[in-house]
C-alpha cells in the first residue's frame, strides 16, 4: 500500500469550519458511528469496530506498565488478502513520536500470538480474528514533522506491521484535483467502466448544464459532490457515491414526496433529502434531471432561509 498519510472529513450539504473535538472519547464516539472513516484509502473496503478499550497488561515498554488500547478494528476489502485487524490509537492533539512508540508497544504485545489469544478472551474479541494481519493506525488533529517525514519513507513498520497515520479534526473534503485523477481512483478501486460511464454523464451533464466550475465539483475517495456557486452555509446540492453495481446521487429536494421510479427518501438522516440509484444509462432520465435541478434552486432557498 502506497499511501501513509491522510486527511479525513465527513460532510454534506453545509460548508465547514475545523473544529478540533474536546476530547479523545468524543473522537472515539464518532467513529464508532462512522466507521469507514478508518477505511484504507487504496482499497475498497468495510470497516467493523469490535471492540474500545482494551486493556492490555506490561504493554509499555519504558515503564513496563499496562496499557489501554482505544480502538479495534476489522477492515476487508474485495480481495482475499485484503484483510486486516486494525489497532487504533487517538490523540486529541499533534501526533509525535512518544505516540508512534505507544502503538508499536500494543503492536509488539499482540504480534506474540499467546499474548494475544489471552487479551482477546479478556476483551471478549472473537476467535476467528486471531489469525488476521495487523496493521497500526494513529489518529490526531496535526503530525509532527519529523513523523510525518518518518512516515513517508516508510520507516514507522514494527515487527513486519504497517502504521498508518490520520488526521482527523481537518475539514479539507478535496482528495482530487480533476475528474482525470478521480476515474483513475475509482477505477483502481475495481469500479466497473459502465458505472464510471454513468457517472461521467452525470457529471458533465450538471457541469454543462448548470456552467458550473470546476471549483464547483469536489472530488472525494468515496464521492463527488456538485455545488451551488451561489450558495453560502448550504452549498452542495448533490453527491454522488459509488459501488460495484450503480451509482447513487443524493439531492434536496423541498418539494412534496417525488415519486418515481428508483428515487427513494433519505429522511431518517437528513430532512428533505433523496437518493436516487443509477444502475443504467436509461435510469438517467429526463424526470431525474429536472429534480436534481431542482435540487440546484433548493438549496438558494434553505439558504435564504438559514
Not at 488478502?81 to 489497532?87: K, M, P
Not at 472473537?126 to 496535526?142: A, Q, R
Not at 506491521?161 to 475495481?190: C, H, I, L, M, P
Not at 424526470?287 to 438558494?300: C, F, M
Request: glycine letters at 4%.
Amino acid at each position: 500500500m502506497s499511501i501513509k498519510l491522510f486527511k479525513q472529513a465527513y460532510a454534506t450539504q453545509i460548508d465547514l469550519e475545523p473544529k478540533m473535538f474536546l476530547t479523545e472519547l468524543h473522537m472515539e464516539a464518532f467513529l464508532i458511528e462512522n466507521p469507514d472513516i478508518l477505511s484504507i484509502s487504496d482499497i475498497n473496503s468495510k470497516v467493523e469496530v469490535i471492540q474500545t478499550q482494551i486493556h492490555i497488561k506490561g504493554a509499555r515498554n519504558d515503564s513496563n506498565s499496562d496499557g489501554r488500547l482505544d480502538m479495534l478494528i476489522y477492515i476487508k476489502g474485495d480481495k482475499p488478502d485484503e484483510e486486516f485487524l486494525a489497532v487504533v490509537e487517538l490523540k486529541k492533539g499533534k501526533l509525535g513520536e512518544e505516540h508512534l512508540s505507544q502503538l508499536h508497544d500494543y503492536l509488539r504485545s499482540l504480534n506474540i500470538f499467546e499474548n494475544k489469544k489471552e487479551i482477546f478472551r479478556v476483551n471478549n474479541v472473537g476467535e476467528k480474528y486471531l489469525s488476521k494481519k495487523m496493521i497500526g493506525i494513529l489518529i490526531g488533529s496535526d503530525i509532527d514533522s519529523d513523523l510525518k517525514a518518518k512516515f513517508l519513507a516508510g520507516d514507522t513498520i514494527i515487527d513486519d506491521v504497517e502504521t498508518f497515520a490520520k488526521k482527523a479534526s481537518s475539514f479539507n473534503r478535496v482528495r482530487f484535483s480533476s475528474w482525470d485523477e478521480y476515474e483513475k481512483q475509482q477505477r483502481g478501486n475495481g469500479i466497473p467502466d459502465k458505472i464510471l460511464f454513468i457517472a461521467k454523464y452525470v457529471h458533465d451533464y450538471f457541469k454543462y448544464e448548470l456552467d458550473l466550475n470546476d471549483k464547483d465539483i469536489k472530488y472525494t475517495s468515496r464521492d463527488f459532490s456538485l455545488n451551488n456557486p451561489n450558495g453560502k452555509r448550504v452549498k452542495v446540492f448533490a453527491y454522488c457515491t459509488f459501488s460495484q453495481s450503480s451509482l447513487k446521487i443524493y439531492f434536496t429536494y423541498l418539494g412534496a414526496f417525488p415519486n418515481f421510479p428508483n428515487v427513494k427518501s433519505h429522511y431518517e438522516r437528513y430532512p428533505n433529502q433523496y437518493f436516487v440509484e443509477l444502475k443504467k444509462d436509461e435510469d438517467f432520465n429526463n424526470d431525474i434531471k429536472l429534480l436534481i435541478k431542482k435540487s440546484y434552486n433548493d438549496i438558494l432557498v434553505r439558504t435564504i432561509e438559514n
